[in-house]
């Protein structure tokens, strides 16, 4: 691969775009990955398991006592400055987590082991660590990200840039949070580890139901290159309308729009639980051991227990994971139960003839019902069958479903989302379709203030202060686009050049 490095910082901002077409070239590739590498043998594997570490912490206006002209920072930075508020006293514990597993995973090699672990990092993390300067963390991690005998135990998994709920998210900007995730990652650590990178975490485990969404996220993960996405058992169902057969094998997931078009992707189930204790003291290991091989498709295949987690909330990952990982790894070899990353377990079964069409199918839950409503598939076909449902039962609901559904995405929320709408529909009513230097400044910082102000957390944390945080970002990003961009910006700048 001869495509030079690019920087990670470009005028203090992440470079989140500009080098669309590079990033293309490389996340279109379909090589394998871990294939030539592995050191597992399907047929001497009776069930597998995976664990990912979730890593996120939103970026704020909150370096300055006025929110108005405040600096934008990680949160992370913000817990470091103020360590009495709260249990920002654990800071320091989140920094470590975000870096250990660049010194767990060579040490377990070292002791002759076979560690694997999945790494989902929001592209706010890594911003906000390498702008409050701890470079260290970031360079803890670049061994396992690119030296060709650790990253083979190690395997990132692309996301949203600035962790949006892919629902409450508008539609065109999702392939813009993950081209920019993309693009900033291959900064960091090199084209060559991008190209590695065939799965996506989506934040909060969140899959849109609604047909056009869900379509529009499906055909944006294919278009950016992903060839799997980790989706939550509870929010999918099968072609049928039932609930999944059998969790521990992959699956096909299907969109379906309200024109009729279809799109799918390879999906891989994580199951229900209380994630982060579940990661934490290696459940999936346990459960994986009392699975026998099945068949998919005629052939037979070991099964896969899939588990994510934060990385670093609660005091069970912060203390107990460690050394659970190291306990565990010590338990397996390369027979029997073994630990596996997603991509190389998916290139195994296909090196064994398993193809995506022989997967068993699933939608996201509740199409069914909706699709029994649709007589005429055109546009607005979706949206039609829902207002029906909806005069029906009142209660009935196309919000997606995520780990978190006691939390609605949407209700109760206008007071971000209505900002957080207007300044996308802004942004592509000025950008979209011009000749806009996606390398300059004016562009990177107006798409920077986009992203960031979708990120979940600023509803997740509830109304307050984070609602005001979220509602400065979209403020100012609405300023960034009427300065640089608006007819009367353009027109200013054209009169100024003759």
């Known amino acids: 691969m001869d495509l030079q490095p690019i920087p990670e910082i470009v005028d203090g901002l992440p470079n989140l775009c500009g080098a669309e077409a590079q990033v293309e070239e490389v996340t279109r590739r379909r090589e394998p990955v871990f294939l030539g590498q592995t050191n597992l043998q399907l047929d001497r594997l009776r069930a597998t398991f995976a664990i990912a570490l979730h890593m996120q912490q939103p970026l704020i206006p909150a370096g300055g006592d006025d929110l108005h002209h405040a600096e934008i920072i990680s949160n992370l930075d913000y817990m470091?400055?103020?360590?009495?508020?709260?249990?920002?006293?654990?800071?320091p514990v989140f920094a470590e987590c975000y870096a250990r597993m660049g010194n767990i995973i060579p040490e377990m090699i070292q002791a002759g082991h076979h560690p694997r672990v999945m790494l989902d990092y929001s592209g706010e993390i890594l911003f906000g660590l390498r702008k409050m300067g701890r470079d260290d963390v970031l360079e803890r991690l670049r061994?396992?990200?690119?030296?060709?005998?650790?990253?083979?135990?190690?395997?990132?998994?692309?996301?949203?840039?600035?962790?949006?709920?892919?629902?409450?998210?508008?539609?065109?900007?999702?392939?813009?949070?993950?081209?920019?995730?993309?693009q900033h990652f291959a900064a960091i650590y090199g084209w060559e580890a991008?190209?590695?990178?065939?799965?996506?975490?989506?934040?909060?485990?969140?899959?849109?139901?609604?047909?056009?969404?869900?379509?529009?996220?499906?055909?944006?993960l294919k278009e950016c290159g992903y060839q799997w996405v980790m989706v939550q058992e509870h929010t999918v169902e099968t072609i049928g309308g039932h609930?999944?057969?059998?969790?521990?094998?992959?699956?096909?997931?299907?969109?379906?729009?309200?024109?009729?078009?279809?799109?799918?992707?390879?999906?891989?189930?994580?199951?229900?639980?209380s994630d982060t204790k579940l990661v934490a003291q290696m459940q999936p290991y346990y459960e994986a051991e009392t699975l026998e091989r099945r068949e998919l498709g005629g052939i037979s295949i070991p099964p896969i227990v899939t588990q994510i987690g934060d990385g670093e909330?609660?005091?069970?990952?912060?203390?107990?994971?460690?050394?659970?990982?190291?306990q565990t790894v010590a338990r397996f070899g390369t027979e029997g139960v073994v630990g596996v990353n997603v991509t190389e377990y998916l290139e195994l079964i296909e090196q064994a003839g398993v193809r995506e069409e022989m997967l068993p199918a699933i939608r996201p839950i509740g199409q069914g019902q909706l699709f029994e409503r649709i007589t005429r598939w055109g546009p607005g076909a979706a949206d039609e069958a829902i207002a029906q449902l909806r005069h029906e039962w009142p209660d009935f609901s196309m919000e997606g479903g995520s780990w978190t559904n006691n939390i609605s995405w949407v209700r109760d929320y206008e007071n971000v989302l209505t900002p957080m709408n207007k300044l996308s529909a802004r942004f592509h009513e000025l950008l979209d379709g011009q000749p806009v230097d996606k390398n300059s400044q004016p562009y990177r910082n107006a798409l920077f203030h986009l992203l960031v102000s979708q990120t979940s957390c600023f509803r997740y944390w509830g109304q307050g202060q984070w609602t005001d945080y979220a509602q400065e970002i979209c403020r100012r990003g609405t300023d960034i686009l009427e300065h640089d961009f608006s007819s009367t910006a353009v027109h200013e700048q054209v009169t100024a050049d003759t």
């Open 80 to 91: 470091m400055r103020h360590p009495d508020l709260g249990d920002n006293h654990n800071a």
């Open 143 to 182: 061994g396992i990200t690119c030296d060709g005998e650790l990253c083979k135990h190690a395997e990132w998994i692309g996301t949203m840039w600035g962790h949006a709920v892919t629902s409450s998210t508008p539609l065109p900007d999702l392939k813009l949070h993950m081209q920019a995730w993309q």
């Open 194 to 220: 991008l190209a590695r990178v065939r799965g996506f975490s989506p934040p909060e485990m969140h899959l849109p139901n609604h047909p056009d969404a869900a379509y529009e996220f499906i055909k944006a």
């Open 243 to 273: 609930g999944l057969q059998d969790k521990h094998v992959p699956h096909r997931l299907v969109a379906k729009n309200s024109c009729g078009e279809e799109v799918s992707i390879i999906a891989v189930i994580k199951t229900q639980g």
């Open 313 to 326: 909330n609660g005091g069970v990952m912060m203390n107990e994971f460690p050394s659970c990982f190291r």
